[in-house]
């Protein structure tokens, strides 16, 4: 069985950095493309960022380019999500998510497995 944790999630100010962390089990890690989404009050899901299966490739979305960094770490299974200088913007619950068919496609990715999320929010 497919598990992503989120963790790392908090209330903080603008300008301020934060990094989100995925844990993963029941996947073979280093054979999944990944995936952060968040989700803002009222509004749908949106596509943050993405890493390859390889870890070779990066995508982000314009909103977050130049702030934001994923990463993955092969040996702890871990993904990861930096983010800095952090806006209003940025508040939302925030989503890792797995490769998987079938699933929600995001710029020719489906995502299958999903985590419970972690809540950022940034306020002043």
């Known amino acids: 069985q497919v598990q992503l944790v989120e963790s790392g999630g908090g209330s903080v100010q603008p300008g301020d950095s934060l990094t989100l962390s995925c844990a993963t089990s029941g996947i073979t890690f280093n054979r999944y493309a990944m995936g952060w989404f968040r989700q803002a009050p009222g509004k749908e899901r949106e596509f943050v960022a993405a890493?390859?299966?390889?870890?070779?490739?990066?995508f982000y979305a314009d909103s977050v380019k130049g702030r934001f960094t994923i990463s993955r770490d092969y040996v702890k299974n871990i993904l990861t999500l930096s983010m800095n200088n952090l806006s209003p913007e940025d508040t939302g619950v925030y989503y890792c998510?797995?490769?998987?068919?079938?699933?929600?496609?995001?710029?020719?990715?489906?995502?299958?497995?999903w985590g419970p999320g972690t809540p950022v929010t940034v306020s002043s």
């Open positions: 998510a797995a490769e998987g068919s079938g699933g929600s496609y995001y710029n020719g990715i489906s995502y299958t497995y």
């Open positions: 890493i390859t299966w390889t870890g070779g490739s990066t």
